[in-house]
């Protein structure tokens, strides 16, 4: 069974571009970050690339990356 499909993946739906929705942005280390993937899976909106890339358009800020990572390597930051 292909799993992808169930994946969900940022998109412009109805609400559009909705990062300007956030107060706080997420900022990976890079040097900490060991690409575990665990942001990617974790983050609801589906912003965060397997390159471990933040797209800040659709990301509103939730912090769940932030509080998942174990490398403490995503901190957020007032926009």
């Known amino acids: 069974m292909d799993l992808e499909p169930l994946i969900s993946r ?20 890079k040097e900490l970050c060991n690409k575990c993937k665990t942001c990617f899976s974790y983050c609801p909106e589906g912003v965060i690339s397997e390159d471990i890339e933040i797209d800040y358009r659709f990301c509103k800020g939730c912090g769940i990356c932030k509080e998942i990572c174990r490398q403490k390597a995503i901190e957020m930051v007032p926009e």
């Open 10 to 29: 940022m998109k412009i739906g109805s609400a559009g571009e909705t990062g300007s929705w956030r107060n706080y942005r997420p900022v990976v280390n």
